[in-house]
């Protein structure tokens, strides 16, 4: 349903100077049924972008170039030994950095791999200098945190036994999670519960774990857990002070939706892309939605280059604002438009359409 000029005046009723968002130009010189077109069409665009998302991003994951690009990043990835090797490779590089929002800087390798590596809770690192850039390096490091997991959170490292593993298991009545980590030293096993060390037997694909805990009474209590190995990963019986409980234990590889979660934003990206194509900026504006509820003050929206992209646009604040003072920037922004209301879902759907509006030229360049 379109919303009525009435309608976008009361969200909206507001002066700039109080941090309202003045919405005229759209009536501005126009008759009201021309405005009323053009306007429409701007939330037609959204309006169906939003709808059909699940038959874009079905055709965009069929597209022959996307299918081959995440064959290849699935190939490097299986044959990687490093970091360095996912970042040589172009295509590789190509997926990763497209996938977590930073497209803008594929070529840019020597970077790359210092920020990846970065300490997330380094306030000296890269990721977090670069963060006042762009939000998605800090955000990059902290969802990857490439420094302490390796390879492994890309791509599970897995050598039968040996690995990462997600295990749950029953405490109490109650399922908890875990990461339980097994390698072998010199044909020694070792395993870890959570970084604590645990006594571990293994007999070809047998293994057995022993656990200290103490249970809501403080009283140390002892589980051990029997499991087999197969192509679903570990999993048996767990006994609680030699009694049997109800509740099977298993265990997945840790990291074991890596490959899909950088393909499902890849292919996500990818439609954002082919929304450009179909109206210059429908992309951004459709991603800005999304995440509109995240920019809490002008700081958020200057620190993330989609909001500073979308907000300077729709408002037509200068480029050159960039140069002046983090307070002259968040004023220029403050006196135009409320960024704590763009939890407003009508609110940022207003935005996201002055935005479209603009950058295609105002009224008379709006093609959609």
Do not use: C
């Not at 300490?119 to 390096?137: C, E, L, Y």
């Not at 840790?254 to 934003?265: E, I, Q, T």
């Not at 409320?338 to 360049?365: F, H, T, W």
């Amino acid at each position: 349903m379109l919303l009525s000029l009435s309608t976008i005046s009361m969200l909206f009723s507001s002066t700039q100077s109080s941090g309202g968002v003045d919405f005229s130009f759209i009536t501005r010189g126009q008759s009201g049924a021309s405005a009323t077109a053009d306007a429409g069409s701007i939330k037609l665009a959204l309006s169906n972008a939003d709808k059909n998302e699940a038959k874009q991003l079905a055709d965009v994951a069929k597209d022959p170039q996307v299918v081959k690009d995440l064959a290849r990043y699935e190939k490097v990835l299986k044959n990687a030994t490093s970091i360095d090797g996912v970042l040589n490779d172009p295509v590789a590089r190509k997926v990763l950095m497209t996938a977590s929002g930073l497209k803008g800087d594929i070529d840019n390798i020597g970077l790359l791999k210092k920020a990846m590596l970065s300490d997330p809770t380094d306030p000296k690192s890269v990721a977090v200098r670069m963060s006042q850039i762009n939000g998605a390096w800090l955000a990059f490091a902290k969802e990857y945190d490439l420094a302490t997991n390796g390879l492994d959170r890309l791509h599970p490292q897995m050598d039968g036994m040996e690995g990462r593993w997600r295990i749950n298991l029953d405490r109490e009545g109650e399922t908890i999670e875990a990461m339980l980590e097994i390698k072998q030293t010199r044909g020694v096993w070792q395993a870890q519960v959570d970084g604590v060390p645990i006594p571990i037997t293994v007999d070809g694909d047998n293994v057995t774990l022993d656990l200290l805990w103490r249970d809501a009474a403080d009283e140390l209590r002892t589980s051990r857990l029997i499991g087999t190995l197969d192509t679903n990963g570990l999993s048996g019986a767990q006994f609680d002070d030699g009694v049997e409980v109800e509740a099977d234990w298993n265990a997945a590889p840790y990291f074991k939706d890596a490959l899909k979660s950088v393909s499902d934003n890849y292919i996500a990206e990818k439609r954002l892309d082919m929304l450009d194509a179909q109206l210059p900026g429908l992309g951004s504006a459709v991603l800005f939605k999304q995440v509109a509820r995240t920019f809490k003050d002008a700081v958020d929206v200057l620190g993330s280059p989609l909001g500073r992209e979308v907000v300077t646009v729709a408002f037509n604040i200068p480029k050159q604002i960039a140069v002046q003072s983090i307070e002259a920037q968040e004023k220029a922004i403050n006196q135009r438009m409320s960024p704590a209301k763009l939890a407003n879902e009508a609110y940022a759907d207003i935005v996201a359409q002055r935005y479209l509006i603009m950058l295609n030229g105002g009224l008379g360049g709006v093609t959609a």
